[in-house]
């Protein structure tokens, strides 16, 4: 008889990643092949790239993943996959490997949208990780990743509210912008954080955009306030307006400094008023972005304030990885669902439509 393991496929962007999941809480296995370095010298994803590497490591990944776990095909409940929403050519890779597998092997198989997957990060434990109390609902869930910034609702399992969502830009998006404005090089969140770290001087003020009272979030104008702001700061150094020469550190610290609050202020503002005005059982936190350090840390400080428990994955699971599809992909299956051998990308693909 199986087990209640999924074998869980990602595929949607610049990672490839197959894990092994049971219950959609403990992993057994959890391979991620990163494609940053890849990537790194144009500056952002090139889609057909991004294609190609993971038809290259996504056979040496699945034989990492399935040696790391010890497991065998009879122990395997179902084939989870990210179904979307992603680029189309990546997307491809993983469900055509997922769909092989499940024929092949003779097993159920399960599309996952990915943002549900940046959600159900909260529940994973790693392997020997003592365990903690999962999320409860109602929940607040803020996902904040590369192509997505939103927040939602889950009265239960499986059941999303959409509250609000970027009218334009994704904040890891601006992160990534921002960091090739600075000179910091691909991905712009990682670097970002690591140059604020050395900022003396904390009063650089870059916009916040409120949008109302509403849920929503913008991030485009902030966008263009960083370029504006930098473009002095080189005039002010005496710099040529091309960033052939960078800026100095103190000031591209400072500035990088001012960024990530004003992106950290908006995201953390909105979660807490959504978690108070709702009655929140406890905010979940997800998607790329969700591993900066100070977006966790002033989270934590003002869930803990609301007496609501504040649930983040460690940073390697706010980022792509297979886990989380093995978690939202195991309530899948339990619910029923089932993916016919016929499943296709889905390039875009909002969390609360199904
Ligand atoms: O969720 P993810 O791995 O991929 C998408 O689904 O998009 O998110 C990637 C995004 C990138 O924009 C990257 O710059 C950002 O997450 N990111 C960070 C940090 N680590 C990754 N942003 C801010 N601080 C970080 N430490
Ligand atoms: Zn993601």
Redesign the pocket.
């Known amino acids: 008889m199986s087990l209640p393991l999924v074998l869980a496929i990602e595929s ?4 490839t990643g197959i894990a092994v999941v049971e219950s959609g809480r403990r992993i057994h296995a959890n391979v991620v092949a990163s494609q940053v370095a890849l990537h790194a010298p144009a500056g952002g994803i090139v889609p057909e790239v991004a294609a190609r590497a993971h038809l290259r490591w996504i056979l040496p990944v699945l034989d990492e993943a399935w040696t790391a776990a010890g497991v065998g095909w009879g122990d395997i409940a179902a084939i989870t996959v990210t179904e979307g929403p ?1 680029l189309a050519g990546s997307l491809l890779v993983g469900i055509n490997v997922a769909k092989t597998l499940a024929w092949i092997r003779r097993k159920p198989l399960v599309g996952v949208n ?2 549900e997957g ?1 959600v159900y990060a909260a529940w994973l434990l790693d392997p020997g990780a003592a365990e903690v109390e999962p999320p409860r609902f109602p929940a607040v869930a803020l996902v ?5 910034t939103f927040l939602a609702e889950m009265r239960d399992h499986l059941d999303y509210r959409l509250l609000g969502e970027t009218v334009d830009d ?4 601006a ?2 912008k921002v ?1 090739r404005l600075l000179g910091l090089g ?9 140059a604020a770290e050395g900022a003396i001087r904390h009063d650089a003020v870059f916009p916040r955009a409120w949008m109302g009272d509403s849920y929503d979030f913008s991030f485009s104008g902030l966008k263009t306030a960083a370029r504006r702001t930098v473009a002095s700061a080189r005039a002010d150094e005496g710099l040529a307006d091309e960033p052939a020469a960078p800026l100095s550190s103190a000031r591209t610290a400072e500035l990088a400094w001012g960024f ?1 609050d004003s ?1 950290v202020d908006v995201l953390v503002t909105k979660a807490i008023r959504a978690a108070r005005e709702l009655g929140a059982a406890s905010i979940v936190l ?8 100070p ?1 966790r840390a002033r989270l934590a400080g003002e869930a803990a304030a609301l007496g609501v428990p504040l649930v983040v994955p460690r ?1 390697g699971l ?3 990885n297979g886990a989380m599809i093995g978690a939202a992909g195991w309530r899948r299956f339990q619910a029923g669902e089932r993916s016919s051998l016929d499943l296709e990308a889905r390039p875009s693909w909002p969390l609360a439509a199904r």
């Open positions: 949607s962007c610049d990672e992603g990915h943002l940046h904040v990743s590369g192509g997505h994704a904040a890891g998006e992160f990534d960091g691909y991905p712009g969140g990682p670097a970002i954080q690591r990530q992106v997800g998607g790329g972005v969700a591993a900066n350090g977006l940073p706010c980022t792509d």
